[in-house]
């Protein structure tokens, strides 16, 4: 490849690469060197898109790191680190990470896919079981969506919790995934159990009974999918990378996926960097729920008003929102995506940084996270090879 931003990225993705896995960023800093699930697994896609040897092996690699120390109870671990012989194993910081089991089923089938081998499934079945048979225990109320804590995904230090949307699109991949493989009736209906609810809750004048009737009544669903509810109420603000999964996913009648991609369209043209933010609008201290989330961090605040989580701009979200874009024919605005990914991952001589201000337009967090350069890979991948991915 000729291409200097894809060749920055796949530089990045081989320095990210340990004897365990892929590590969250190339930088030796302690809570990024180590095998994260979610990092890993994206991490583990874009190998596949690159057709790239050796970072496939470093995703078969984060893939047993993962097996190996997944809980008695199916839990798959947020992070692994392994120094020598001593082996550090979080399951989460202030609450579990829900898309650490999701994301790992989705990687165990989305290798096995790529490479043709049903044994690799087979290999990791008893691994996968427990992953589906947890998820089905945090329904709770066994009506089929998850209950996700404050603090449970990607989105560790945000506001979301309840019943998240971002969390059930992930379960579907992972089942129509791991159901390729699996042909089961019971998976088939239980996805289509989980797209029905979904279509319910969280889109506008659907029919059906409501999780949460008075508070559904109370919202104005219009152009996206709200980012969460909870006995509390929902959380309104659009959350680009779960809209990106329901349009990758092909959830919700086609007239509101087309709503779906019309405002985000828009909202990218608006922001300086041409890229959508994570989740939008920004909470500002006004604002009722600015107190949920300055508690919401273990160490120092990081949620300012468009940056981090609120509002701020990732890479990494883009490049699905850059996939869900392609899936939808809309190849001109995919690049479009592509070529602000790269232009913000090459900021300070290719320093990949983890996200940036959607304001400012200025980096925060980690620089050379491994994510950013994934995004780029599946990204041009996508677009100039045609790499598709099992949906």
Known sequence: ????????????????????????????????????????????????????????????????????????????????MTNGADVEVSYGGLAGRVDAVTWFVIGICQYAFYKKDPSFVIKYEQNIQKCLQLLEAWEFNNKGLLYVPLSGNWADEYITDGYVLYDQLLRIWALRSYNHFAKKESITEKIEEITEQIEINFTPNSVGEKYHERAY?????????????????????????????????????ENFQHSILEYSIELKKERPLQLLPAFWPPIEESDIDWNLLKNNCKYEFRNYPNEFHNGGSWSMVNGFYGLALQSKNKSSEALEILEAINAVNKVEDYSFYENF???????????????SGAATVMLHQSINTNFKFLV
């Open 1 to 80: 490849m000729n291409d200097l931003n894809y060749k920055k990225a796949m530089e990045l993705l081989h320095k990210a690469s340990s004897s365990e896995g892929f590590l969250a960023s190339a930088q030796d800093i302690s809570n990024y060197k180590r095998v994260w699930a979610r990092d890993g697994v994206i991490c583990g896609l874009a190998a596949l898109a690159s057709g790239d040897n050796d970072l496939i092996e470093t995703f078969r690699k984060t893939l047993d790191t993962l097996a190996e120390n997944q809980h008695y109870n199916g839990t798959i671990p947020s992070n692994v």
């Open 217 to 253: 009544n109370e919202i104005n669903i219009n152009k996206f999918m709200p980012c969460s509810f909870s006995p509390a109420g929902y959380k309104t603000q659009f959350d680009a990378f779960a809209n990106s999964l329901a349009l990758y996913l092909n959830i919700g009648s």
């Open 357 to 371: 201000n959607s304001e400012t337009q200025k980096p925060n967090g980690v620089p050379f996270c491994a994510w």
